[in-house]
């Protein structure tokens, strides 16, 4: 098999856990890494769409509730990566090239210089029609919810605040220029229990979803690819929930 499949990701677990598992069956030959927003640069980005207001709000959640959990789900994440077997060996240097976002000029003449059939994407900020366009590749992510009902960040969560078990998953579809509103090629659920809470679902929900990620990439390969329908459902964008909104969640709806 000659086509070629380029990594299109930041710098995160999932895509050391992703790169991993695909690459042992198909070999990645390149890894284009954008440089994370943070800080200041990211609260301002999503104060101009949502107001400092809920902003402020998501700052904190995050600072003061997500690290908290994180120290607390040390054990949980742990058995959750032994359950899924995540190879976490560290990305060959020698394969990664740095770009300050997938958006920049510069990945867009990577991407034409390296002419990949198949584009792996993971944690990477919206990526641009000039950039899905710039390249004959499929362009495939993994994405944490079931969509349409929760594109955005924190699908799981959102779907068991709202008592929809049955979209508590994941979803990986191709990309296109909306958010998290290319076509479904593969969803499943997750099984959370009561050891887990918001910082734990994504885990699990990478752990049912690399698989998937599997399936995908080999049908693009083949040129086997089809979208399929999901069951109708309204379609909604989901963010990071505040600080008071996760406190009022919990202690009034027992949603962790």
């Not at 300050?100 to 584009?119: F, G, T």
């Not at 990309?175 to 887990?196: C, E, F, H, M």
């Not at 699990?204 to 049908?219: H, N, R, S, T, Y």
């Amino acid at each position: 098999m000659d086509k070629k499949i380029v990594m299109l990701c930041s710098a995160c677990f999932s895509t050391t856990a992703v790169y991993n598992a695909v690459n042992r069956s198909f070999p990645i030959a390149h890894i284009i890494e954008e440089e994370p927003l943070r800080g200041m640069a990211l609260a301002k980005r999503r104060a101009k769409k949502m107001g400092w207001f809920k902003v402020s709000g998501q700052i904190s959640f995050a600072l003061i509730i997500g690290k908290t959990l994180a120290l607390f789900s040390k054990k949980r994440i742990a058995a959750i990566q032994t359950q899924y077997a995540f190879d976490l060996t560290p990305l060959p240097a020698e394969k990664i090239m740095q770009v300050a976002s997938v958006n920049d000029e510069a990945c867009i003449r990577m991407l034409k210089e390296l002419d990949p059939d198949v584009v792996l994407v993971n944690g990477t900020r919206i990526i641009s029609k000039k950039v899905l366009e710039s390249t004959r590749a499929v362009f495939i992510n993994m994405h944490t919810g079931i969509t349409p009902a929760y594109r955005g960040v924190h699908g799981g969560y959102w779907a068991l605040v709202n008592n929809e078990p049955e979209r508590c998953g994941v979803t990986v579809h191709l990309v296109d220029k909306g958010i998290d509103t290319g076509g479904v090629l593969y969803q499943a659920t997750i099984n959370t229990t009561s050891r887990d809470n918001f910082i734990t679902y994504p885990y699990l929900q990478f752990g049912e979803g690399i698989p998937l990620v599997k399936m995908a990439v080999e049908d693009a390969l083949t040129n086997d690819i089809e979208v399929v329908q999901p069951p109708a459902m309204p379609s909604a964008l989901w963010s990071h929930p505040g600080f008071w909104q996760y406190i009022y969640l919990r202690l009034f709806k027992g949603k962790k």
